[in-house]
């Protein structure tokens, strides 16, 4: 008896990677946004809905709409990520897991860094899927809406950590939606003159690349340090209360 | 190593290595003409892309003016090395005049003639744009701009 | 001496200490800004020889440009207390950055007014896209998000934290968007204009820099004027607070 005593491992539970923990948290929402999926909806008839405003309220001359089309598109896409990034951390703070996520043995931006993965497959990539179709309503040729698509794709993960910012500082609020746009919105100008220039350019078959180029150093930046301001954010917001 | 101490390595690496990359990016963003600018000399080297549009600066060459009818006007501009010839259907800015420094939006049609849609000259007379000024420097013309 | 600096330093951040040193501090400032604005102003306004191509209408700079100056010195200024409060937790570094902020916004605006005027004649509009004014309409908006984001939570210490962390954000975007504005500015206003002359007449300078002494001396009064009072209120259950105020 004294043997099988002494024999006996103890066993340490192996924390998991960063990498497991990120991908961990992004699982978790993505089932969480297909289950509540008029959550994943919404941003997209947004989108939709608004860029077709602008034909019935400024005139369907194709001349005007290619002039401002690049515009368009980009500001639609930027209203749709300010409006759908005010769920991203609500119901995690209501029903109290985000401060058990606070007490995870993984750093918070692994945290933010998968809840804004997969926040951005649910809302930004449909709406990518969808601009071609809207292009062309907006008189744009086949080489500009190819330019538009991978300025989206460059942009729309910088607007949605950056509305994450500005979603983890209000979450404790009980009115945060506003008060996110008016934190986000400065904060989006770069993204923004850059994409549309990119888009612009194209339609006028000049170079794009530079633009493109930018576009893809602030999403690297954007990665690379808006995590970090998130978790923090998430910190103070969770421990305020 | 343990997890902590593996942890920030990974984070630091993470970071050294998108600064580097962004950096990269910007690099080349920076070398690329995104405003597609071309001094005289460009053009009548044939660095300028034809049939895109392009943004041209110089000076007015003095005695080059030529109204045609119906708003019409051709003029030459030149970087004190080289001149291209600018032709434009509209009304041009007030403050154009001879040997003012000028910038001309429109297409490259051929060789050294640019269709303008666009004409605009500036409101400071000691103020060049820098893309001009940066020019004439190169073509080795010194800081000042002749009256 | 650095020992000397680092004890100033958290002196500082004793909110009793502060108000005392300020106290005696204060009257002099005023003092200072007082002296430095009028004859500044007055001279700039009324004396300083006329702008060569722009007439009278340029003097308006000698608002303008202090003013564009504070504007961006307290939002720097704003970040880095910012980063005491997150690093540091200095309650000093918080107050600061809660005073700074309207402050700030106001000389903001104070300069895109004065823009405004300046246009009128030298434009014709009102309002142009400038790549100048429209950065400084854009830092505007970053102080009202700070501004708004320290009224909504109520908890002083996590209001000032998190206003901490959008400085911070403000701060390191801010150069991005001075850039990307200018970029802009060349691609649909190539027409950028210069507020004087290239060679600035030495008596505009000296009246200029004048001016700009004067507001900043202003600013720091204004700011520490505010601090005092942002003192007074968070620590008001303290007995040097009750005793000042005369409450037993």
Redesign the interface.
Known sequence: MADSIVSEKVVVEE?PS?WAGMLAVMKRDLLIAFRQRTDMVNPLFFFVMVIALFPLGIGPEPSTLQKIGPGVIWIAALLSTLLSVDSLFRQDFDDGSLELALLSPQ?LFVLAFGKMLAHWLVTAVPLILVAPVLCVMLFMDGDTIMVTLYSLLLGTPVLSMISA?GAA??V??R??GV?IA??A???Y??VL??GT?AVE?AS????Y???L??L???L??T???APF?IG??LR??V??Q | MN?KRK?RL?IVL??LA??G???A??T???R???N?FFTPSEIAEGKAPIE??IRVGGLVVPGSVKRGDDLQVTFDLTDNAEQITVRYAGILPDLFREGQGIIANGKLISGTLVEADEVLAKHDENYVPPEVQEALEKAGHPKKVPQ | MFEYLKRLYHKFGSPRYFYDLTGKMLPWLVALSVLLLIPGLIYGLGFAPPEKYQGNSYRVIYIHVPAASIAMAGYVMMAVAGVIV?VWRMKMAEMVAKSVAPIGASFAFICLVTGSIWGKPTWGTWWVWDARLTSML?LL??Y??VM??NA??E?A??AA??TA??S???A??LP??K???E??NT?HQPASIRMTSSAIDPEMLYTLLTCIAGFYCLFGALVILSTRCEILSREQRSSWVKKLVGVS
């Open positions: 924390v960063l750093p910012i500082l209000t404790g609020l009115k945060g008060l008016v934190i919105l400065p904060l100008i770069p003159i850059f220039s350019a006028l078959t000049l170079p690349a530079g633009q180029a930018y893809g150093a602030f690297i930046l990665l690379t340090f301001a923090t954010a103070i917001s421990t305020s | 997890r942890q990974i993470g970071v998108a600064v990359l962004s950096t990016l910007i080349f963003a920076l690329e003409n995104i597609l895109r549009r | 997150l854009i908006f970053l009202l998000g708004a984001l909504a939570i908890n210490q996590s934290r998190a962390v959008l911070i954000v403000g390191v975007n991005i968007i850039y990307s504005v970029w802009w691609l």
